[in-house]
């Protein structure tokens, strides 16, 4: 090891010695000259005073190259104490450029959190030479970077190892953790302390290690990530402002599947799980592209097993994106036929991250598909959308009143429905008019009329000239009634519960409803091996009996009987549309019957087969997927309902795990349109009363759905 002493050292090492003496840690390094070895026990200890750090790391800087400095004979916790020290030097040195002012922000000693003048991330630039610290700056990122180079050379390492490297790169992982300021500084840090050259596994490695933590938020990852080499492109360089052209939504079943996007996190899904999922989509569509953002472990694994031309696996590097891909972004079509990722406004609380979803996959989709693609742009919509709550069918979005409840309470500048308000006729009329805006706001958005699945209730005639309108007890009562019925599909997305098949060649559309009572039926069908399949595939825990009894009782209980209440609502009034109406088995089953049912939020999942995605195959056949339910015989009474209406469908091996979090299949999964063709702006989208429901549209609300509660 060279430990030869620099030109200057010598005065540094006086400097030092004139500062007072401080406790050093009892341990010594007898190998080492003595006041090298000082100085590495000063910067080790967390009680030394900035300035004292910053002499003994002008000591350590001068004596030893960082390509030495891996010879210092230290443990792992001793080197990281070191690193520590360094970072308060540099600390010191930004203070003291600073001047006075920037000296006394900081604290003599430990705890320090908060920035003042000079702090540590004053100024967001790592290795800012106005602040003094350049020379400190540069030392650590040599430090990092040949602790890479040592494991690059090696050619393997162990997760232990990239463990211990990664913390190196954050100087001080408590700080880095704890104090934004401090994180700041290593951020700006971070790009330089691997070496451009180093092992794409090992930069990988590294990448999750540092970020799987979410410590670092989507903005600085994505900076990390794109100053390593990790990413094609950044978002900001595809972001454009809505509204620069106009957008195109394809309905529901209108034309084929081109590509599909799934998000299959090993947080949420084994990786054998999504292979076999993966695998099963293959063989069912073998010419689309699958894009499938996935975590560091699933993509290695599906490298391993599922590799093929059509397959994209784009790496999140462990953010916490959820399965649902559809709830929070559409994947729409330029007028010229490129794509455009158009994400949400709104946050849903519990998926927070899923803010990024769009933009991670407009900045990792690889270049080959990008150029098909039209260079994938994305904006960001005006108005808040879920687009589980959104039928595209017949040129309209169809909706209930719980698809607006977010803007609507926006609107009203409330954080909450309000029910008590719904006791008067004007309190109706208020949340509904609110709600009317809401609904204007979508069919802007989609491009066509919005129309509801559901009644709506009428409005108060107007008074006289200048009075105010007639109170009707009757009508306010029957207006009361409807708004609780609707309440009871509070909390349940509308893919869920509700699909919507497009009219053969001659004859009408049929709209396929879920049914409790058809639940219950299927349910008193139930041979030995259905009741098996069902305990096997969702891990429940009763034995078959009481399994039976449990579940025949939770389809009975107050909160399923509304919810079939409001589904009852729904067909009746889809049939008054021009619908033809068949009913769908929904089965409601109560958390408490999982073997496991810790951190499965909620009360209860549904198992259904309304939660499908449509398709028109280029031969003109309509088609439908999604999960198996896992029980055979209702599994093939929805292939027979579906077959009626003319659309073949398949299922596919069930995500128990997002099925459990009522998360089904369209929901855990979106769909980009085969291209049709250019499309040319005209006229503004027909609108039929306004919004295409006619005047009972202005009167829309909801009542209460818990956004949290379900994907």
Known sequence: ?????????????????????????????????????AAIAQLEDGDLPPAQALAA?????????????????????????LLAGLGRAAEAARAAAAGPAGAASVPDGPGRTEPGPGHIGGTGEAGDAAAGDRAIV???????RERGRALARRGNWTAAEVADLAAQQRVEPRRFTAEPAFRGWVLALLPRELDPAAPVRL????LLELEHSQVIDFAAAEALEDAWGAA???????????????LRFDDDAGTPIAASVFSLPSAFFDPPQAAAFLDAVRSMAPHRDLVVLVDLPARRYLERCCRGPRLHLLETYGRSFSPWTRDPL????????????????????????DRNLGA??????????????????????PVPFHNGHVLLADGAAWISLHSLELRTLALLGLDRVPVASFGTEEGIERYFAAAARAADELAQLYGRPVRFVHPLPLRRPPGGPGGAARDDPARLAASRDLVERIGGGAGYDLDSIVTLLPAPRQGRPTALVASLAAGRSLLSRFGGGDWEALRRGYDLGPGVRELAAALGAAQQAPPAARLDGYLDLVAAHLATQGFRVDRLPLLVVPVRLLADP???PGSEFLIGWNNVVLETTREGRLRAEGFSSLVPSGDGLARRTFAAAGCHLDLLPALVHSIVLNGGYRCASNHLRAHQGAMHPGAPPRREGGTGTGPALRHSGAAGMDAAARP
Do not use: H
């Not at 540069?138 to 990092?144: I, K, P, R, V």
């Not at 930069?203 to 590294?206: E, T």
């Not at 094609?232 to 106009?246: F, H, K, N, V, W």
């Not at 991670?360 to 690889?366: A, S, T």
């Open 232 to 246: 094609p492109r950044s978002s900001a360089e595809r972001l454009s402002p809505y509204g620069r052209e106009p």
């Open 57 to 81: 790391a002008r000591i350590l800087i001068a004596r030893v190259p960082p390509a030495a400095a891996l010879g210092l004979p230290l443990e792992a916790p001793e080197r990281q104490r």
């Open 330 to 353: 559409s994947l729409v079509r330029r007028p010229g036929g490129g794509v455009v990722v158009l994400v949400r406004p709104n946050v849903q609380p519990g998926r927070e991250e």
């Open 598 to 600: 810790e951190g499965v």
């Open 138 to 144: 540069d030392y650590l990122a040599a430090w990092a």
């Open 360 to 381: 991670e996959l407009v900045r990792q989709l690889p270049p080959d598909l990008d150029a098909a693609w039209g260079k994938v742009r994305w904006e960001v919509a």
């Open 1 to 37: 090891m060279d430990c030869k002493v620099r030109t200057g050292a010598a005065l540094l090492l006086g400097a030092a010695l004139l500062l007072p003496a401080r406790r050093l840690p009892a341990r010594r390094l007898p190998e080492l000259p003595v006041e090298l070895a």
């Open 203 to 206: 930069r990988d490695d590294l």
